[in-house]
Structures are given as C-alpha cells and as structure tokens.
C-alpha cells in the first residue's frame, strides 16, 4: 500500500497584513478628515452659545438708589447687533464702587450704563422721616418707592408731600425706635423738592407723617 505521506500538499504560507507606513496617504486623509472635524466641531459649538452674562436688576429701583452687586441678578443675553453689549454692564467686569441709579430700572430690567452715575450725579439728598410704626406699611423695606404725607391740625397741604420717592435706608423698630413706637425711613429726594419738604413740614401744626407704599 502506497503511502500519502508524499502526496500530501504543503499548506500555503500564512499572510499577515501589515500596517500602513507613515507614507500611506490612507493614513494622511484620515487624520485630515479627524482633525476637520474637531474644528467643525469646535466652531458649532461656539456659534450655538454666543450669549452674554449682563447684569439685571432684581427688584424694582428708583431715581437715587445706590445699586451694588446684592442688588443684581445675572442674565444671559444674545444681542442680535453685538455691539449692542456695551450699553449693559457684563458680570466679568467691576462695577464701579459708588454706581447710583439717575432714574428708575424695572424689576427684570437689564442694568444700563445710561441709568447710572456716582452718587453725586443723582442729585438727591437723604431725607430721614419719623414715622408712626402704625402708619407705615410693614413690607417697606430698602428700594420700596413710598409717597410721604403730611397730616396735622392745621396747615395740612393737599396730596403728597412727597410722591415715588426710593427708600435707601428702613431700619426695622428694633434698632433704635422701639421705645417711641416709631420707625425710621430714609428716603433719596431731589435736593429741589427737599427744600420744599421741609418748608411744607413747618407749616404744619402736629404734623403727623403717613408712608404709603407704592412699589
């Protein structure tokens, strides 16, 4: 009997594939098309959040209030005309230490540079007021817009003595008017209408002074 030792075929010899040599343009245009992409990619995710953080106030303000950072909310904008940016003030810069408010902003409102100045461009003065605790709202506090009335035996004028005056100062009863049941209010008014104020005040005999809150 034969033998199939000899007839037995050699198995062909293994291929290994190797990999492509730094000269491959295979190799080129795929790092070309990774790289486009991350650009690509890049690029759209900076055209998708081209928003800005401004400063808004965050309860209503009036004419004379001093405005700091407590004051103040974050919100982000996208301004059709970019250089629109530039009336607001953004949340990475500092704002400026005695920044006051030359007429009333809007709870919500964007803070804009034009409504502001230093204090001593406001033009008002801080006018203290005595106030029987009974005979002011409660909720008034700092910022609350408050018309002043002035009510005695004699000499009492028509309306308010004073109308949409900002309040910069409310201590509550316990600090300092407790034992005269009185409370105390600052309020920023024109220094025109002050003098005024006060001349109305001393005409007026036992003159009993009434908060009405407006804002």
């Known amino acids: 009997m034969a033998s199939d030792q000899g007839n ?15 000269r491959d343009p295979r190799l080129w245009i795929g790092v070309l098309i990774v790289a486009g992409s991350v650009v690509l990619g890049a690029r759209l995710l900076e055209s ?40 607001y003030f953004t949340v990475d810069e500092q704002l400026p230490a005695d920044l006051a408010l030359l007429r009333g902003v809007g709870s919500g409102e964007l803070l804009p540079r034009a409504a502001v100045g230093s204090v001593e461009d406001t033009g008002t003065v801080s006018v203290p007021l005595a106030v029987d605790a009974e005979l002011v709202p409660p909720a008034v506090d700092d910022g609350s817009v408050v018309d002043v009335y002035l009510g ?17 100062d409310a201590p509550g009863l316990d600090d300092g008017f407790g034992t005269t049941g009185k409370r105390q209010l600052v309020v920023a008014v ?26």
Do not use: H, Y
């Open 152 to 168: 005695g035996t004699a000499g009492t004028p028509d309306g308010p003595a004073l109308d949409d005056v900002v309040v910069v």
């Open 8 to 22: 037995s075929a050699a198995p062909p010899a293994a291929t290994r594939t190797g990999s492509p040599g730094w």
């Open 48 to 87: 998708a959040d081209d928003t800005v953080q401004v400063w808004a106030v965050g309860a209503d303000l009036g004419a004379g209030d001093v405005v700091s950072e407590s004051d103040l909310v974050a919100e982000r904008v996208r301004f059709a005309d970019p250089s629109a940016v530039g009336r």
């Open 190 to 215: 024109p220094e025109d209408l002050a003098e005024d104020f006060f001349a109305r005040l001393s005409r007026v005999e036992n003159a009993v002074t009434t908060v009405a809150q407006v804002s």
